[in-house]
């Protein structure tokens, strides 16, 4: 009886180890990603927080210090890929608004890279995709790093849209009019189609 006891207890060890070093490769070959993994956003999802929010954001600067939070400090023990991408997540579900710059009106594409880079790293981006698309360095798709901007042509030839790589294929960005801040992934038929490139900012060189 005893015997068995220990076979069973010996065995039950021998699982519980392989069990432990399969969970901590899978953790160890995760590629780093913004807080709660994000995955891209789907209409359905995107419809029921539209009809729970209003079509304009209008916040004081106290509303707005606890829509964005007070952790986003330039800290030096954080990456500034990592503040970006922070950061921006904290905007998901902002209103779309044509030319909009500020938080408290929503933003259009070229609007929200910029606040983004603006509040986070106190870095300046030209005001439209095409300037924005204009500087930088190139970046091959197979290179793209979480902050990097990514851009599309939406309307005929030239560069007219931009959003912000995150990771795993994932980019975020303010769609078009009636849409919000949302997570969509860069292989979806519409996004691949239009890919004009990617480039990364001077502040990430």
């Known amino acids: ?73 330039l800290h030096t023990s954080v990456s500034p890929r990592r503040l970006l991408a922070d950061f921006a997540l904290k905007l998901r579900n902002i209103a779309y608004v044509r030319g909009g710059r500020e938080l408290s009106t929503g933003f259009d594409c070229s609007g929200f890279v910029r606040y983004v880079y603006q509040q986070a790293l106190g870095s300046e981006l030209p005001g439209n995709s095409t300037g924005q698309f204009a500087e930088g360095d190139r970046v091959d798709k197979s290179d793209l790093r979480m902050g990097d901007l990514v851009f599309f042509r939406t309307h005929g030839k030239r560069v007219s849209h931009v959003g912000m790589y995150l990771d795993n294929g994932l980019f975020i960005h303010a769609p078009s009019r009636g ?27």
């Open 1 to 73: 009886m005893a015997s068995m006891r220990t076979a069973a207890a010996f065995r039950f060890s021998v699982f519980a180890a392989l069990a432990f070093a399969c969970a901590s490769q899978s953790a160890l070959s995760s590629p780093i990603l913004p807080p709660d993994r994000p995955v891209a956003d789907r209409p359905e999802s995107s419809q029921a927080n539209a009809s729970a929010s209003s079509a304009r954001v209008d916040v004081d600067d106290d509303t707005s210090a606890a829509l964005l939070g007070d952790d986003i400090v």
């Open 179 to 205: 849409k919000r801040v949302r997570i969509d992934h860069l292989d979806e038929s519409y996004w691949a189609k239009r890919f004009a490139g990617a480039k990364r900012p001077d502040a990430l060189s």
